[in-house]
């Protein structure tokens, strides 16, 4: 599942009282964020609670694909594996580059 990256935009605690039911239609139906001051200073944030699971479940399967990387490269030399890592990217970049120049 790809995320869209949401909008995020700082109010006043003021701001965030007088339209609060705007601001839940924006970040249910409109997928913003919204983070709320006092002060100037950020207190609370409202957020869709969908694009919070969201969230939530890419980084713990961001942690897991982690957790599985550090056991297969447990015990290889780091060089082998700077090494290694740097052809794939640049394999993966090479692809990238032959799949634009098609479009």
Not at 8 to 16: G, H, L, P, R, W
Not at 34 to 52: D, H
């Amino acid at each position: 599942m790809i995320m869209s990256v949401s909008t995020i935009t700082n109010i006043s605690a003021v701001q965030a009282r007088n339209s609060f039911g705007e601001l839940i239609n924006r970040a249910v139906f409109g997928g913003e964020t919204f983070v709320v001051e006092r002060a100037g200073k950020p207190v609370v944030k409202i957020e869709a609670v969908r694009q919070a699971r969201q969230k939530r479940d890419a980084k713990e399967r961001l942690f897991a694909i982690r957790e599985e990387v550090l056991k297969r490269v447990e015990g290889i030399d780091e060089a082998e594996l700077r090494r290694a890592v740097d052809q794939a990217i640049a394999e993966v970049r090479g692809e990238q580059k032959h799949n634009l120049a098609k479009v």
